[in-house]
């Protein structure tokens, strides 16, 4: 099967998650998954194929058409928040 992980730069995923009133050890967790590529990996190596969707700066109707765009190009975005934790 083919898993699409939704990703977004971690400073997104901070401004996305603050008004839920998470606590900051959450919020935190989520930021440094998104900048490890956790989910990323995780499906990469439980499905035949993975494809990677940058929603960063998308309202959820742009992501999906986004996301059905590469599903049917099988294309995927280029993602790297490595340099995150460097900042």
Do not use: M
């Not at 992980?5 to 997104?12: E, F, K």
């Not at 606590?23 to 967790?29: G, V």
């Not at 439980?46 to 992501?63: E, F, H």
């Amino acid at each position: 099967g083919t898993a699409v992980v939704l990703r977004a730069s971690p400073r997104a995923i901070a401004r996305r998650l603050a008004p839920r009133n998470y606590p900051a050890q959450k919020l935190r967790d989520n930021i440094e998954a998104e900048a490890l590529d956790y989910c990323a990996i995780y499906a990469g190596q439980n499905y035949k194929k993975t494809i990677q969707v940058d929603t960063t700066g998308l309202s959820p109707a742009q992501s999906a058409a986004r996301a059905l765009r590469r599903l049917r190009t099988g294309g995927s975005d280029r993602v790297d928040w490595s340099g995150y934790f460097l900042r």
